[in-house]
T-cell receptor
Framework: GENVEQHPSTLSVQEGDSAVIKCTYSDSASNYFPWYKQELGKRPQLIIDIRSNVGEKKDQRIAVTLNKTAKHFSLHITETQPEDSAVYFC???????????FGTGTRLLVSP | NAGVTQTPKFQVLKTGQSMTLQCAQDMNHNSMYWYRQDPGMGLRLIYYSASEGTTDKGEVPNGYNVSRLNKREFSLRLESAAPSQTSVYFCASIQGWAETQYFGPGTRLLVL
C-alpha cells in the first residue's frame, strides 16, 4: 500500500522567513495530495491540495509543488507569520477507494 | 449546518471497559472515516465506510469495531479498552467522488 514520509518533523523559523516541508510517497498511481493544518487542540483543516495533472498550485502565501517522477511534493509558506505556527500534515490518495495516507506531521514554529 | 460532530469530547476509561464513540455529519456525505492520532505518528486510519451499509478495515483496526448506522452516523466501539488505545480519535467524511475530507473536533480518550 501507499507510504508517505514527511520531513522535517520540526521546523523553527523567524517571522517573515520562508518555510518548506517535504513529503515523498511510494505509490506511483497516487493522484491527489492534500495538505492539512492542525492548530493545537483543534481538528485538521485542509489548506491546499494538488492533483497529479498539475505541477504547482498557489494560494496567497502558500504553494505546493509536485514532482511525479521523483514521487515527492512540497509545501512552501512565504512571509511566515506567528499564526502559521501549527502542525502540518501531508497526505496522498493511494490506490483504493477514497483513502488518504498521512505523513507523520511537521511542527512549524514561527517566532516573532 | 454543524458539519462533522463527535461525542464525547473527552473520556477516561479503565482497562477492560467498553465504550462507543459517536460521529455524525449533516453534509449528506457518502463516505465516513475513523482515524487515531498519536504523537509522532500522524493520522492512522482505523476503519472506513465507503457508503451506507458498508465498512472496511483501515491500517490499524485491531481492538475496534464500527457501525454505519445510517448515512449520517458512523460509530466506533472499543469492546475492551487497553492503555495502547489512549489517543485522540477523529471522524471524517467526504462527498461522493470529491476528495476533501472534513474532520470532526476529535475525542480525547485516556485508558488507565
Amino acid at each position: 500500500g501507499e507510504n508517505v514520509e514527511q520531513h522535517p518533523s520540526t521546523l523553527s523559523v523567524q517571522e517573515g522567513d520562508s518555510a518548506v516541508i517535504k513529503c515523498t510517497y511510494s505509490d506511483s498511481a497516487s493522484n491527489y495530495f492534500p495538505w492539512y493544518k492542525q492548530e493545537l487542540g483543534k481538528r485538521p483543516q485542509l489548506i491546499i491540495d494538488i492533483r497529479s495533472n498539475v505541477g504547482e498550485k498557489k494560494d496567497q502565501r502558500i504553494a505546493v509543488t509536485l514532482n511525479k517522477t521523483a514521487k515527492h511534493f512540497s509545501l512552501h509558506i512565504t512571509e511566515t507569520q506567528p499564526e502559521d505556527s501549527a502542525v502540518y500534515f501531508c497526505a496522498a490518495k493511494g490506490t483504493g477507494f477514497q483513502k488518504l495516507v498521512f505523513g507523520t506531521g511537521t511542527r512549524l514554529l514561527v517566532s516573532p | 449546518n454543524a458539519g462533522v460532530t463527535q461525542t464525547p469530547k473527552f473520556q477516561v476509561l479503565k482497562t477492560g471497559q467498553s465504550m462507543t464513540l459517536q460521529c455524525a455529519q449533516d453534509m449528506n456525505h457518502n463516505s465516513m472515516y475513523w482515524y487515531r492520532q498519536d504523537p509522532g505518528m500522524g493520522l492512522r486510519l482505523i476503519y472506513y465506510s465507503a457508503s451506507e451499509g458498508t465498512t472496511d478495515k483501515g491500517e490499524v483496526p485491531n481492538g475496534y469495531n464500527v457501525s454505519r448506522l445510517n448515512k449520517r452516523e458512523f460509530s466506533l466501539r472499543l469492546e475492551s479498552a487497553a492503555p495502547s488505545q489512549t489517543s485522540v480519535y477523529f471522524c471524517a467524511s467526504i462527498q461522493g467522488w470529491a476528495e476533501t475530507q472534513y474532520f470532526g473536533p476529535g475525542t480525547r480518550l485516556l485508558v488507565l
